[in-house]
């Protein structure tokens, strides 16, 4: 949590203040009982209406002060609050794009965009709340017992020995109604996903008839969540009526002993009227005390996630950026292996590729060979071995030199909301459309590109918009653009016709002729005229060499290519 | 609000009437007792006279005070209870009634209904209704009770004062109403804001991988800093002028209180029969009656979206449900399908299979092809009968299906389509859908035959690793493999496959089809296929065109014909062919 404190410490005046002009609200309210004590000790004793009227007009003057105090201190706490959760957000943002892909991966996308939106403004109202209210209440109780003490000691002290037992209660019913809120929490989201999950999976459900199996599980689920709903909703209603005992004993204690003293004179009837005032504010401050900690709890839990998030330090650490890309060879890896977590996902990788050379890569589903790519493109860091790009280790590049120098193209070609110039230009906003028009030529994407409207035409949101096979060309452009010395196509055209996939790598070629390539890919087609195709199988190297080569030394590709020539292999 | 609505909503909660009643009769009590004790306390207060307390009176009148304060806190708490038992009762019934309804609801609305839309009448509505219908009910009838309560408590001691106050209560009210209608359109704004600001954060980090291929991140901060500071602006106008309701209500309050303290105190002064004590339970009083009047504006919003959600609950309860069951079990029937003289269509106006005539003999293999759209895949959705035909029928071992139970019907058939579904649970679970009591060596051999042992192995979990929802980090590939071992461990008695190895690369459907060849072998198979290798061995290849059978026969019959079937070939398999 103190990594989040600093971000609050640039709004330090602010929350500061916040406090300090809600303590001169408080000082204004806490006055209100002893005007009132003077003015029946005084004024009505002696049946003096101008000092009646003086003291009412002193109320009615300590209100607007009060409320102009409280202004300022809701501005300072608002500044301060939605100052800190906007640095909080940009912190985040940048933290993300520091993250390494297994950092990712191990975060999960999803999680890290609630961290930037529902946690950020939970933590953002509990920190305004914080310096609005949680102060508040604090200065209220002590306020009120210090001017009790103030009045008359022996009174006080039956006030004075409630407010901790009040405290230690409200605190005790935090503590437990929150372990079981979360309970009640979990639970919900139970039901609600086997809801989502039976409605998503309807006809699969139906077809095993696993609908009673479902119906049980979830009547379970449901009734678990309701008994715990109970539980924890007879545990908070306990709040308000134990406080409210709890103050009434004080109220009647201190009468007692007020009356006592009243009896011998040294104490006035005004006086204990001021006392009892002052109880009753007490009472109204911890049940909103307690309101407002539920909320403070929430913001905290969120608090602690944001901040184990920006603890989390990027596994990928990139080089100082000190080498200079050169040599003959473009990628050199040795014994190289790599894991997630369970099996090897590839298993003693050696590879050699010259600058210039136009590679393959072969293999069926999970065959490892975007694990491959990954090396490459410094995805995920090996787990043994080295993986060498233009005669350094890539550990020795800068991000910002990696990233040019190598392009690569996933599968899953993903486009973002805005103008295509915009989705094509973004990381490079200094080309200009000649590049991206070569570009988009060499992809086989400028004729329908031509008939979209061009550069300025609009990309919905997950650039639904386009076919597979347009955002596969689009997305291949655009790492064109970059001129990488290395480009590497990841099955990048899988959804392209056999004759388009021929056509954008003859293009590609033409493009940029000194560029290495490599392509990945499931077709034969894709890879046979690469100068190297390497064979993947279960996350090893079976087997390289040119088409020819293969079809006679490997059975594997002689068999990926029988399978995909329709056994016969004629035409 | 109709009263057709009201009529279903007291249907609903009409085992709960006793609590409800119960409630408000606790509630009449508890506003009694607990607006009793100011009063009390105020009495105690002129006792307070100096050298001349009455001891005698002033001890009971104080125990009197402490119980009374006791049993309000007693009836308070048991309201609070029954009420919301109450209300969690009528939300998990609800509940449990939209599950239940889930499954009896035909295809047919799924299949057009928004997921998110459905999965709300679970989540929001249901406890919105019961949250504001049951709580906001108490809360505003307790609350009406402490109001008029009060107003008798301060009619009793001082008619006169009490005009002050009623009279500058409404000031409390009109300035929250004000505030209230003023920032609403900050919060507009606000949430604007957020919401742009959380698509592009949804797109950039969901998609981050991407970003950082292509070294965007600099940009992207610069745009996400942009609209960032847009939020934090609105965002700090928003929660500024809504936290100014608070002090402002706080302000007024002040001012009844004073003017409760002028008049009454110039009434005391005047000897208009009031007491110090009186006074002081006025104050007490003024500061608890404005409390309710605002709780009450916002009940009034609770109750009408109760009632808007209970009209969505209900009208999802009443969809027309699929019709009822047959009582054939199918298991006992042979598997000789046949479809005579059927039609079908989605929508009423727009027809799409008519008459269409087909019978697939016991154990023989059937392709279906055709170009997107022709209605293979509906033909699909009427053998599963997930919808039913509109005319003529099908009939399974010479028995319509309508007239069977659906769930052994279903059972008979091993289903695999394109669209996988994993859900929330281990690898082996998600396999043994279909028989939740298989062991774990009977699923490893389901994956081995639908060859997704491989990849499950190098899972971090193996067979136990969890699969997030959607299938988290599994490729489509992997899904596919996933449900195929479904079917593999159900071994049913026919098979339908509909382009169920669209996303598996060409070695490893190969492998499956293998091992779907020795699971359908002599059985009854249905296969919706868009490559050459699946549709070349079937027994009747039926080529569709626009929800019409226009050809069928086997793939060389077909080709030797020069039909459509040729032509379709041509276009559609003839690519994957090696030029």
């Known amino acids: 949590m103190k990594n989040l404190l600093g971000y609050l410490k640039r709004y330090r005046a602010q929350s500061i203040l916040a406090p300090l002009f809600k303590l001169f609200e408080v000082a204004l309210e806490l006055a209100v009982p002893f005007i009132v004590s003077y003015m029946i000790d005084n004024g009505i004793k002696n049946a003096d209406r101008t000092l009646v009227i003086k003291c009412c007009a002193l109320l009615v003057l300590f209100a607007a002060v009060g409320f102009g105090f409280a202004v300022v201190a809701q501005y300072f706490a608002a500044k301060a609050a939605t100052g800190f959760a906007a640095d909080l957000r940009n912190a985040l943002y940048t933290h993300i794009g520091r993250l390494s892909y297994s950092d990712l991966d191990r975060l999960g996308t999803s999680s890290l965009i609630t961290n930037m939106t529902s946690d950020v403004t939970r933590v953002q109202t509990g920190v305004n709340l914080t310096l609005r209210l949680l102060l508040r209440s604090p200065f209220v109780v002590f306020g009120a017992v210090i001017a009790c003490f103030a009045i008359s000691v022996r009174p006080a ?12 209660f409200v605190y005790l019913i935090m503590l437990f109604g929150m372990k079981l809120y979360s309970r009640v929490q979990s639970s919900l989201s139970l039901t609600v996903r086997r809801a989502k999950e039976n409605l998503d999976g309807v006809r699969v459900i139906r077809a095993f008839g696993a609908e009673d199996d479902e119906r049980a599980k979830f009547s379970d689920e449901n009734e678990s969540l309701c008994a715990g709903q109970k539980r924890s909703g007879r545990l908070s209603a306990l709040l308000n009526p134990v406080t409210f005992v709890i103050v009434n004993i004080a109220v009647a204690a201190m009468m007692y002993s007020g009356a006592i003293k009243v009896n011998d004179g040294a104490l006035t009837q005004g006086e204990t009227v001021a ?58 890896i040795t014994g190289a292996s790599l894991s997630y977590g369970g099996k090897e996902a590839l298993s003693d990788i050696n590879m050699e590729i010259k600058t210039g050379q136009t590679v393959g890569i072969i293999g069926g589903t999970g065959s490892g060979k975007s694990s491959l790519i990954a090396l490459i493109a410094r995805f995920y860091d090996c787990d043994g071995g080295s993986v060498e790009l233009f005669g350094n280790d890539v550990r020795e590049y800068s991000e910002k030199q990696l990233r040019a120098l190598v392009g690569a193209v996933p599968q899953r070609a993903v486009l973002f909301e805005g103008t295509l110039r915009e989705n094509l230009k973004n990381g490079v906003p200094g080309v200009g459309d000649d590049v991206l028009h070569g570009a ?132 | 609000m109709n009263k057709a609505l009201l009529h279903k909503i007291l249907r609903q909660i009409k085992s709960r009437i006793p609590a409800l009643i119960a ?75 939209t599950f239940e309804k889930l499954h009896r609801l035909p295809l047919g609305y799924l299949d057009v209904h928004p997921t998110g839309d459905t999965l709300s009448r679970f989540t929001n509505d249901a ?47 009109f300035t929250a109403r004000l505030i209230a209608s003023r920032t609403f359109g900050m919060f507009s704004a606000q949430a604007a804001d957020a919401a742009k600001q959380t698509s592009f954060v949804t797109e950039t980090v969901s998609e981050q991988k991407t970003v950082r291929a292509l070294g965007a991140e600099d940009d992207d901060r610069a745009r996400f800093e942009a609209c960032n500071e847009k939020l934090r602006a609105s965002s700090m106008k928003a929660t500024f002028f809504s936290s100014l309701t608070n002090p402002s209500t706080r302000c007024v309050n002040a001012i009844v209180y004073a003017a409760v303290a002028l008049t009454g105190a110039l009434t005391v002064i005047a000897g208009g029969g009031m007491t110090v004590g009186m006074l002081s339970s006025f104050l007490a009083y003024a500061n608890k009656y404005t409390k309710p009047f605002n709780e009450i504006s916002g009940v009034i919003a609770e109750l009408q979206s109760a009632f808007a959600c209970a009209d969505r609950i209900f009208s999802f309860l009443e969809i027309p449900e699929e019709p009822a069951d047959g009582a054939v079990d199918r298991a006992k029937l042979s598997d000789e399908v046949r479809i005579d003289d059927m039609s079908f269509s989605y929508l009423p106006d727009r027809p799409l299979i008519e008459h269409m005539d087909f019978t697939a003999e016991p154990g023989k293999h059937t392709a279906i092809v055709g170009p997107t759209g022709c209605g293979k895949t509906t033909l699909i959705n009427l053998l599963m009968r997930f919808y039913d035909v509109r005319d003529g029928s099908i009939s399974v071992g010479g028995t319509d299906v309508r007239d069977m139970t659906r769930r052994s019907l279903r059972a008979g058939y091993g289903m695999v389509l394109q669209d996988t579904w994993l859900r929330y649970g281990t690898v082996a679970g998600n396999i043994a859908v279909g028989r939740p009591d298989a062991g774990l060596d009977e699923i490893i051999e389901a994956a081995k035959r639908a060859h997704a042992h491989g990849f499950i192995e190098r899972l971090p979990q193996g067979y136990d690793t969890v699969i997030g929802e959607d299938g988290g980090g599994l490729s489509q590939g992997q899904k596919q493999l996933l449900c195929i071992a479904r079917v593999m461990l159900c071994r049913p008695r026919m098979l339908i496959l509909d382009e169920a190895t669209s996303s598996v690369d060409t070695m490893t459907e190969k492998k499956i089809q293998q091992a779907f060849d020795e699971l359908t072998q002599g059985r009854t198979a249905f296969v919706v296929a868009h490559r050459l290798s699946t549709v070349l061995n079937a027994d009747e290849i039926l080529v569709m065109r626009a929800g019409s059978i226009v050809e069928r026969g086997t793939h060389v019959t077909l080709m030797e014909k020069r039909g459509f079937y040729y032509d379709l070939y041509q276009s559609q398999f003839r690519q994957g062919k090696q030029i």
């Not at chain 1, 997305?475 to 021929?502: E, F, G, K, M, Q």
């Not at chain 2, 105020?42 to 050298?51: F, P, S, T, V």
């Not at chain 2, 009793?156 to 009623?166: H, L, M, N």
Request: some cysteine.
């Open chain 1, 157 to 168: 002290l039956s006030f004075a020995a409630a407010v901790p037992v009040l405290l230690v």
């Open chain 1, 275 to 332: 006392m009892y005032n002052l109880t009753a504010m007490v009472l109204v401050e911890l049940i909103k005390l307690a309101d407002l900690t539920i909320n403070i709890t929430k913001a905290l839990s969120s608090g602690k996630r944001l901040s184990a998030v920006l603890a989390v330090k990027p596994s990928v650490k990139y080089g100082a950026g000190s080498v200079e890309p050169a040599g003959e060879c473009a990628v050199k």
């Open chain 1, 440 to 571: 988009l030529e060499a992809a086989c994407a400028d004729d329908f590109v031509e008939a979209k409207g061009g550069l300025d035409c609009r990309v919905e949101p997950g650039g639904r918009n386009f076919s597979g096979g347009q955002k596969q060309r689009l997305a291949v452009a655009r790492a064109l653009l970059r001129s990488p010395s290395l480009l590497i196509l990841d099955d990048s055209s899988s959804a392209l016709d056999y004759a388009t996939d021929a056509r954008m790598r003859g293009a590609i070629k033409e493009y940029a002729k000194d560029m290495t390539v490599i392509v990945a890919a499931q077709r034969v087609s894709s890879v046979r005229g690469a100068d190297v195709i390497y064979v993947m199988d279960d996350g090893r190297i079976i087997g390289f060499g040119t088409h020819e080569e293969l079809l006679s030394d490997c059975p594997r590709y002689a068999q990926i290519y029988a399978s995909q020539t329709g056994g016969d292999g004629d035409e």
């Open chain 2, 23 to 97: 409630v408000i009769i606790l509630s009449l009590i508890y506003a009694g007792l607990s607006l009793y004790v100011p009063l009390l306390f105020g009495r105690a207060i002129d006792l307070l006279i100096e050298r001349g307390v009455d001891f005698g009176l002033l001890a009971p009148l104080l125990i009197r005070a402490v119980l009374f304060s006791a049993a309000a806190a007693i009836i308070q708490w048991v309201m609070n209870v029954i009420n919301n038992a109450a209300a969690y009762g009528i939300t998990a019934d609800l509940r449990g009634k």
């Open chain 2, 127 to 173: 406890e919105q209704f019961a949250d504001g219908l049951l709580l906001g009910f108490t809360q505003l009838f307790t609350g009406v009770a402490l109001i008029v309560g009060t107003l008798v408590f301060m009619l009793t001691i001082k008619p006169s004062v009490t005009a002050a106050v009623v009279l500058l209560t409404p000031l409390s009210l």
